[in-house]
């Protein structure tokens, strides 16, 4: 094997080049092919397999063997006290962020954590998603989180004529349930920067959401009956914060998660 360093390599190759210019694009195919072949050896970088399967054992070994009663119980039913709408933005995970346990929050994620108006035939994953936890678990509480560099609600706010045929097979259609929410940005924020406003209909957006909610009857009967409380809330993950309000929309002081 060649004892000859790293530096000594590249500077012996500096002056073949310098010599052969030639050389050039040989050298760069090569190169190429050597830095994938180190980039497949790198010992960090592990295929998506066997992620997987270490995410699981460790799960196991932490979590599954180390509380049997919890699991024991959860094996047998559910009975979670949330139901949680959040966005599928892979840095918002609910049960990270308010250290949900397994069997406390049924939740619900899309792309900007919306919940479109009632409607039996549009949407009715949602509608199931609704009806399942309210009506057979039972759920105390609702939750819609919205959160900070939403691509979703930028999406949104960039859509400059609702109207317009949309240039994406299902986003466009989805986010501008709560077209609500830009308009009404759009008009009362608009000496805001463009980054301002988003931050702004973030929030307003999960608004939307929660009057979208009591368009669903099993909802509405249940929030008038004081069964069940609905609130919004928004995780700020710049700042790290998160600001909690309830239904009528009075926002309770924010507080740090730090």
Same mark, same amino acid.
């Given at each position: ?29 090569? =190169? ?6 180190? %980039? ?11 992620? =997987?399967?270490?995410? &699981? ?27 949680? &709408? ?19 929050? &049924? ?23 609704? %009806? ?26 960039? =859509? ?94 924010? &507080?740090?998660?730090?």
């Amino acid at each position: 094997m060649s004892t000859e360093s790293y530096e000594d390599a590249i500077k012996r190759l500096g002056e073949l080049l310098s010599k052969n210019s030639d050389l050039g694009n040989v050298a760069a195919a090569k =190169i190429k092919k050597l830095t994938d072949e180190l %980039e497949e050896l790198d010992s960090n970088k592990l295929d998506a397999v066997e992620r =997987i399967k270490s995410g &699981f054992i460790h799960f196991k070994t932490n979590n599954y063997e180390k509380n049997p009663t919890l699991h024991n119980a959860l094996a047998k039913s559910q009975s979670p006290k949330f139901l949680v &709408f959040a966005c599928a933005d892979s840095r918002v995970s609910p049960s990270h962020i308010l250290n949900f346990q397994l069997g406390e929050a &049924f939740i619900v994620r899309n792309i900007a954590n919306m919940v479109p108006p009632y409607d039996k035939t549009k949407h009715s994953n949602v509608g199931a998603a609704l %009806e399942y936890p309210i009506t057979v678990l039972n759920v105390e509480n609702i939750l819609v989180i919205g959160h900070s560099c939403c691509g979703g609600i930028k999406g949104l706010m960039a =859509i400059e004529d609702d109207t317009a045929p949309t240039k994406t097979e299902f986003i466009e259609n989805w986010i501008q349930i709560c077209a609500p929410a830009k308009n009404r940005i759009k008009q009362e924020c608009k000496d805001l920067s463009f980054e301002d406003q988003c931050t702004n209909c973030e929030k307003e957006a999960v608004n939307v959401s929660l009057g979208n909610l009591l368009s669903y009857p099993f909802v509405r009967e249940r929030v008038v009956k004081n069964k069940l409380s609905i609130r919004g809330a928004h995780y700020d993950f710049v700042k790290g914060t998160f600001d909690l309000w309830e239904l009528d929309f009075k926002t309770t002081p924010a &507080f740090a998660l730090s």
